[in-house]
């Protein structure tokens, strides 16, 4: 059973910054482009960035400029670092292969507020 392990989220005041962190199967990232995923209140689950096996990136318009991800191989794990926080990233937030796959991990809470 593929295994996904998001961790570091928390609670934040608009304006701080958090870095969550995936642990994800070999085969994972052997094969695929990884991504950070978010599913907030009332709103279904998005892409929010997007690292290839060769490192290109990409993110939605809303984090452009406060959030980049990461990935380490060899360890094989997906980081994502999040500056200038704003309420409207309050989410769970999750990590998966692009396109998504297996079963998704628990997620980890990220709570923007003042």
């Known amino acids: 059973q593929v295994q996904l392990v998001e961790s570091g989220g928390g609670s934040v005041q608009p304006g701080g910054s958090l870095r969550l962190s995936c642990a994800a199967p070999v085969t994972f990232f052997s094969l695929y482009a990884m991504a950070w995923y978010r599913q907030g209140p009332g709103n279904q689950r998005e892409q929010v960035a997007l690292?290839?096996?060769?490192?290109?990136?990409n993110y939605t318009d809303s984090v452009k400029g406060r959030f980049t991800i990461s990935r380490d191989n060899a360890k094989r794990t997906v980081s994502l670092q999040m500056n200038s926080l704003k309420p409207d990233d309050t989410a769970v937030y999750y990590c998966n292969r692009v396109p998504p796959g297996g079963s998704w991990g628990q997620g980890t809470q990220v709570t923007v507020s003042s």
């Open positions: 690292i290839s096996k060769g490192g290109s990136t």
